[in-house]
């Protein structure tokens, strides 16, 4: 909890109040314990106060029951990650209780339910305690046969007096949660709100409350990574996609299947997804632009049908929701150990256009490039994300619908002729014509994934194989001109790069910021085009002494992750190094920044 | 009339189908020669050449016109179809051509979609897109070209081979109980399922039309000769060569699954013709229907409105 002022420093009775800038509040129970629910109240109502907000959580692997918790940090300036250390712990059970209190800063602070949880004096030195029997006064609060549902309800109550949240917007989301439900349960979860909220009184030393934070110009939504990936995919103008259940990835399969029938368009879910990729590229032959997506798994078994989208020239999007992998590997975790099947999986030589959004905002605009890369390069693109892009909830300026939502219905006007692989365009691609469309010459193009002539039919022929690799190739050279190169994040020269892709943008910015106001000179990269990649990243290497390539995969039989032998295979740069890891959890601030340390013998302070 | 050419009402309304502009000219149907594409690459003697005739006839008898015509393959010799015609066509992977097709079915009703393949295309690497594809009833048509063997690969057993029978894979006879691929589409839910053979022409033309009036998923298995890896495979079957074609008696009950299962249990060559024709809503009509119910919701709305109302219910 960054404090800016301490103001009436109270010597008992009344609890003192502090102001704060931020602060980490790490809720951990068990899955049905509806702890996912405070956290996402929390961080919309910090996006309708105009706060930053950045959440984690981990979900057990199980259906129900089992650990499960939920990081919300909250600020009034720029939040980056989800914190390194909690400034306060929720503890619903000894488990949350013992396994949590190392998540939580020295001198923080533990709220526990008196009701399941023994406190161990050990810790009670380094941490302040607050017993609270939470789940007897929901019970309470509620009464009937609720037993202690609604407990995560009365905790919001508590934080909400620790925090001095505004109650009006709480009563107002609680509300807007229900609605639809049962008269009763609202009246129920406005009860157990309020009985938290009262309760607490007293039973606190110390209470908080946000310093303003900055007017926006726009208002802010909030909404996951996954949501904010299949809106932009709408925004973009798909109406088609297909695919079939995975974790983590299904959120969005099930999103557009909620929502494409509201704009005239289908999600269907298929027996595999072989199939689902299948039915996306017959869409897209068809003249749309379709979605399919998995995770892991699933990427392997669309490799074939992806190759045969490349070879035809069809646009396709595919989305790969990482996890821990290999086969079906850490299903719940967070890993970035797909780069590689995304940019080389495949049978022969298949380039493809991979990117990776660096944040929840970034799901919804790269996902409407991503469209507009397939629609004019007729390649698939895929969007590579992760677990914790995916899940996590950030509050981030509301788009302009109206501007950013387009039509890419096809155009069927007939045409003279159309050679579908023209080989004398000068960049290897030209508009696509579809079934539908009628050809005056007479002469009508086949998709195919034999080597093909200009029109589509089989060539054994060595020269024209050769100029439709050539071709295939010279679209994504063409679009690798027109990327726009990423900024450096700090000075543009100094000791230390840290470079990044997908969802580490945030922890490695606040490793940055955290260096330099310690007198360090390190600054970062954030690639979000991996294939192709921008141009003049060279450059950008030569004005560092030491490049670190952050990511959560293995460091490899050579000592980088993906990414990092992408680079270096790219800039043949041995400063180039790995800083990797695979414990399945988002990268802390503190780690990225003791790995570099303990790299460089130097240290990282400019020489 | 301006258009000669029938479209259903109902696949002309469909919110899915994009506009198609006219030149306002009157049009004749299609000779051979304007559909004939690439000179077909088979063997002398191949039965698949008859499919692709009949193809021909089928395109010039319907009158349909070159752009709605929308032929899809796998992979296979019987799947090197849609090089043969004019007409936009996508040759596809081996196995998932009924997927692809899927795909420009749900999103494009307006194209007349024809699927070709072979029988190990259909029932070993595509079995079970064979399943789902009929139990969805999606709308289009399929011809298997079964020879009883792996053509383009050069003989190797098939899940359609008979017992015994000698290949490079199992060059002591085929040991595995093949597939009856009659059967196999009615329990998977196909609406229309017919049998039928290159060597009777007239025939395989009246099966080919049916299945393209069929609203819904409709497949043929149309016995087709490698004359190079199965030869005389089909003989009994063939009046010209000392076998017996007989129809589907006039009494069978087209609706009748059970009745059905019966003419599929009978051994080789059996009868020809409709085992199995039911009408069931395509998955076509049900999504449309689905988008028809979100679209009154959604009233007049343009798109963008539609998601600022959920971007709303996010704030
Ligand atoms: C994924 C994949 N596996 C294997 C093959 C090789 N292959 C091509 S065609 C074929 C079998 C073709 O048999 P069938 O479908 O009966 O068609 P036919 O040639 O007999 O007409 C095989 C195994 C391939 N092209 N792709
Ligand atoms: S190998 Fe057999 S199936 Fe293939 S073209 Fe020759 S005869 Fe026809
Ligand atoms: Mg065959």
């Known amino acids: ?607 | 009339m301006s258009n000669p050419i029938t479209e259903t009402p109902a696949r002309a309304s469909i919110l899915a189908a994009p506009a198609v502009p006219t030149l306002g000219e009157e049009r004749k149907g299609l000779t051979k020669k304007e559909v004939a594409a690439d000179h077909p690459t088979w063997c002398p003697g191949c039965g698949d050449f008859s499919v692709l005739a009949l193809y021909f006839k089928l395109i010039e008898k319907r009158k349909l016109w070159h752009e709605k015509i929308t032929t899809v393959a796998g992979i296979g010799c019987s799947s090197r179809f849609p090089y043969f015609v004019q007409a936009h066509g996508a040759h596809y992977i081996h196995g998932r051509a009924l997927p692809f097709a899927s795909g420009i079915s749900l999103s494009r009703p307006d194209l007349h979609l024809f699927v070709f393949g072979g029988d190990g295309d259909a029932f070993s690497i595509g079995g079970n897109h064979v399943n789902h594809t009929a139990r969805k009833n999606i709308k289009m048509s399929y011809l298997i070209m079964d020879n009883w063997v792996y053509g383009l690969t050069k003989k190797q057993t098939s899940p359609t081979s008979p017992l015994g029978f000698k290949s490079k894979t199992d060059i002591w006879g085929a040991v595995d109980q093949p597939i009856n691929p009659m059967k196999q589409l009615i329990s998977a839910g196909a609406t229309f399922v017919a049998r039928t053979t290159t060597t009777n022409v007239n025939h395989l033309l009246q099966m080919m039309e049916q299945a393209m009036d069929h609203d819904g998923f409709s497949v043929i298995e149309c016995f087709s000769e490698c004359v190079e890896f199965y030869e005389g495979a089909f003989d009994a079957s063939n009046p010209r060569k000392g076998g017996k074609f007989e129809l589907v008696p006039e009494t069978h009950d087209v609706t009748d699954e059970m009745a059905a299962y019966k003419l599929a249990d009978e051994p080789f060559p059996g009868k020809f013709g409709v085992f199995y024709k039911v009408n069931r809503p395509t998955k076509n009509a049900l999504e449309q229907n689905i988008i028809c119910k979100a679209r009154e919701k959604v009233g007049a709305k343009k798109d963008w409105e539609t998601l600022q109302a959920t971007f709303n219910r996010l704030k």
């Open chain 1, 1 to 607: 909890m960054s404090e800016a002022t301490i103001s009436n420093p109270s010597s008992g009775g009344a609890p003192k109040i502090s102001k704060i800038s931020e602060a980490v509040i790490r809720i951990a129970g068990n899955s049905q314990d509806g702890i996912q629910a405070i956290g996402g109240f929390l961080a919309r109502l910090a996006g309708r106060s105009e706060q930053e907000v950045m959440t984690f959580m981990t979900i057990p692997a199980t259906i129900s029951g089992g650990a499960s918790i939920f990081q919300v940090r909250i600020g009034s300036g720029e939040v980056l990650s989800a914190g390194d250390e909690a400034d306060v712990l929720l503890a619903f059970y000894q488990h949350s209780y013992e396994g949590h209190l190392s998540s939580v800063k020295k001198g923080g602070m533990v709220v526990y339910d008196s009701d399941h949880v023994t406190p161990n004096p050990e810790f009670e030195k380094d941490y302040r305690h607050i017993g609270l029997p939470i789940s007897s006064r929901t019970v309470e609060a509620i009464g009937g046969t609720a037993k202690d549902k609604g407990k995560n309800i009365f905790t919001l109550g508590l934080l909400a007096k620790m925090f001095d949240l505004n109650v009006p917007k709480i009563e107002k989301l609680i509300h807007e949660r229900f609605t639809g439900k049962d008269e009763s349960i609202v009246k129920n979860a406005l009860a157990a709100f309020h009985a938290g909220y009262s309760f607490s009184v007293g039973h606190l030393y110390e209470t908080f409350q946000f310093i303003d934070a900055k007017q926006k110009d726009r208002p802010q939504i909030v909404m996951n990574g996954n949501e904010a990936l299949g809106l932009g995919l709408i925004a973009a103008g798909v109406r088609f996609g297909a695919g079939y259940p995975i974790t983590p990835w299904s959120d969005i399969m099930e999103l557009l299947r909620r929502e494409l029938p509201k704009y005239g368009g289908m999600f269907i879910q298929c027996e595999d997804e072989i199939a689902s990729i299948s039915m996306a590229i017959g869409a897209g032959y068809a003249g749309k632009v379709a979605v399919t997506g998995s995770s892991g798994p699933g990427i392997s078994l669309k490799t074939e049908a992806l190759g045969w989208a490349i070879m035809a020239e069809v646009p396709l999007i595919v989305v790969d929701v990482q996890r821990g992998g290999p086969s079906t590997g850490m299903p719940t975790n967070v890993e970035q150990s797909d780069l590689n099947i995304a940019c080389y999986g495949g049978h022969g030589d298949s380039p493809r256009v991979v990117i990776a959004p660096a944040n929840v905002e970034d799901c919804f605009y790269m996902a409407i490039e991503a469209v507009n890369i397939a629609k004019k390069y007729n390649v698939p693109v895929i969007i590579i994300t992760d677990q914790a892009i995916a899940t996590r909830i950030e509050a981030f300026e509301e788009p302009n619908l109206e501007k950013v939502c387009q039509d890419i219905s096809p155009d069927l006007t007939p045409v003279a002729d159309y050679k579908p692989y023209d080989l004398s365009t000068p960049d290897g691609y030209n508009p696509r014509v579809v079934p539908g469309t009628r050809i005056m010459s007479g002469k009508y193009p086949i998709a195919t994934g034999l080597e093909h002539d200009e029109y589509g039919h089989p060539t054994g022929s060595p020269q024209l194989h050769m100029k439709m690799n050539a071709k295939r190739r010279k679209k994504l050279q063409a679009l690798a001109n027109e990327i726009v190169p990423p900024k450096v994040y700090g000075p543009s020269e100094g000791n230390v790069l840290l470079v990044g892709w997908g969802s580490t943008e945030g922890p490695i910015r606040e490793a940055v910021d955290r260096a330099r106001a310690a007198g360090d000179s390190v600054s970062s990269l954030h690639i979000r085009h991996i294939s192709p990649l921008p141009n003049g990243l060279e450059e950008v290497f030569a004005g560092f002494n030491h490049v670190f390539v952050v990511e959560m995969n293995d460091e490899g039989l050579y000592g980088y992750g993906q990414l990092g032998g992408l680079l270096r295979s790219r800039y043949c740069d041995p400063k180039i190094r790995g800083l990797t890891k695979t414990d399945g959890l988002t990268f802390k601030v503190k780690e990225i920044l003791d790995r570099a340390k303990g790299t460089i013998a130097t240290g990282i302070r400019k020489l």
